[in-house]
């Protein structure tokens, strides 16, 4: 996987379309490595589930659900699960997994949510984030759309590891600015560019205040045990450094 790094632009900040139609040509190669991968099934999705805790009979929308194995997850736990991505392609794999009944749909998360005010108990929000320039909007969509006290869980790159990666490719990186990477990823045999915006750890937490959002956990988490046997040095790597910054907030 390769990584070079741009400037980021010092006009108005606004909300772009996040580019998550290029996962399209990806979808297949990265449902499959999502499967089975450390970094997906036994660091992050894993940490995300034991944040949601007990979600029997809970309301849930998966933000910028992928191929739906978080949606599977959570509906498998007892939730009333709804999802969303601006992938086609990904949806088109989500719905072979979870059937044609799924309440999926083709939304960037960059505009308006086609949801009511209230709708959600909580809102998983796993990796999608760091695609956006702007939060502001985003997040005050997810705040409309959840209960009053619903719950935000929200999981990003984390800005530690990215002013590291930074380092390694470039010119010395400052951790205190708002700047886009792009990487170029390939899966399956395909091959696409994918845009993300670096932030650093304050500008995370203003923009959920500012939203309307209660920070109530900030948690970095470990891989789960079991990869030890599996994966070996990569499993050291995740267990002594973090990738992932994760979030629980509520709506005020």
């Known amino acids: 996987m390769g990584l070079m790094s741009h400037a980021a632009e010092e006009d108005a900040l606004v909300a772009i379309p996040s580019r998550a139609g290029d996962y399209d040509s990806l979808a297949e190669g990265y449902t499959a490595e999502n499967e089975t991968s450390i970094i997906n099934a036994y660091y992050e999705r ?14 849930v929308l998966d933000a910028g659900c992928g191929s739906g194995p978080l949606f599977a997850a959570l509906r498998e736990r007892g939730a009333a699960v709804s999802g969303f991505d601006g992938s086609a392609g990904m949806l088109a794999q989500a719905r072979r997994r979870l059937g044609p009944d799924a309440d999926l749909r083709v939304v960037d998360l960059a505009g308006p949510l086609p949801y009511p005010d209230d709708e959600f108990d909580d809102v998983m929000a796993s990796l999608v984030l760091h695609y956006l320039r702007d939060w502001g909007p985003p997040l005050a969509e ?16 984390h800005p530690t590891l990215i002013n590291v990666i930074r380092r390694m490719t470039g010119p010395r990186p400052d951790y205190f600015a708002t700047a ?34 209660r ?35 509520h709506a005020e």
């Open 142 to 157: 997810l705040h409309r759309v959840l209960k009053p006290g619903g719950r935000l869980i929200a999981s990003v790159n």
């Open 46 to 59: 894993p940490a995300a589930l034991a944040l949601a805790g007990d979600v029997a009979g809970r309301r």
């Open 180 to 213: 886009d990477r792009v990487e170029e990823w390939t899966m399956g045999g395909q091959t696409a560019e994918l845009t993300f915006w670096d932030r650093p750890l304050h500008a995370m937490t203003d923009a959920f205040t500012a939203a309307g959002f």
């Open 215 to 249: 920070i109530s956990v900030v948690h970095e988490p470990r891989p789960v045990p079991e990869a030890r046997e599996l994966f070996g040095e990569e499993f050291h790597l995740l267990d002594t450094f973090p990738s992932f910054l994760f979030f629980v907030l």
